[in-house]
């Protein structure tokens, strides 16, 4: 399923500065799933938001990091970041957690503990693993990537918020603690089977932090709480 070679470099080594954008995928109702990356590939770091339709705050923090670095090229010049701010549009067009197949994309990567879960569960898996594009188009940008470190911004109710880490992130995540003042939580406290973390992080020992912000902020606090923390992270 994941493609062994890169098709394309994702990042020339002589390429300024300036983002540039381009899709990975499109969703199950064909739109576009973006990347914006910015900086050379020495050191790269993925950052990915709006995994869950109804967790808009992650997508307006991720879009506000974009904007930032855009504006102030000199934060993100040394290192490659690339971020995708919105990898589940068409839950997000309905304000739904699942994609327009009604799969939660955050249970349907290819884990060894993934399993079928019932259809009308919100944290429903899809049919087989990696059925889902938006699963698939994070699993191809992983491959070309190679990313060194990646941080999936998600948010979540009942004071629930913390620095999620899931493979060798423990340092990650107590760095990002440090920042914005969330707890370290080594679980989130119930299983997620597909998940990225348990993907990337359990599984291919990339270091994955999910960033839980907390539902009951303003969106505008939450990028104040977490811009020194996301700028700490990518670099
Ligand atoms: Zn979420």
Request: hydrophobic fraction near 35%; charged fraction near 25%; charge should be positive.
């Amino acid at each position: 399923m994941m493609p062994t070679r890169p098709e394309r470099p994702l990042v020339d080594v002589m390429a300024p500065v300036r983002p540039r954008r381009e899709p990975i995928g499109t969703s199950v109702e064909g739109r576009l799933i973006e990347a914006v990356t910015f900086g050379n590939p020495s050191a790269r770091a993925l950052v990915l938001a709006g995994v869950h339709g109804d967790e808009p705050k992650s997508v307006y923090v991720a879009r506000q990091l974009v904007g930032l670095l855009s504006n102030e090229p000199e934060l993100g010049d040394r290192q490659c970041v690339v971020i995708v701010p919105l990898v589940n549009p068409d839950g997000y067009e309905r304000r739904r957690r699942r994609n327009a197949n009604r799969v939660d994309p955050n249970r349907n990567f290819p884990t060894k503990n993934w399993v079928e879960s019932k259809s009308r569960s919100r944290f429903y898996g899809g049919s087989t693993p990696a059925s889902e594009p938006e699963a698939r188009a994070v699993m191809g940008l992983v491959a070309r990537l190679q990313p060194q470190r990646i941080l999936a911004i998600h948010s979540v109710s009942n004071r629930q918020f913390c620095n999620n880490y899931d493979g060798p992130a423990l340092d990650l995540a107590r760095a990002m603690s440090a920042a914005n003042g969330y707890r370290v939580a080594a679980s989130v406290g119930y299983p997620t089977p597909g998940s990225l973390g348990t993907w990337a992080g359990l599984e291919r020992n990339i270091p994955t932090i999910t960033l839980e912000l907390p539902s009951h902020h303003s969106r505008q606090r939450c990028w104040r709480d977490n811009r020194e923390a996301l700028l700490g992270f990518i670099r």
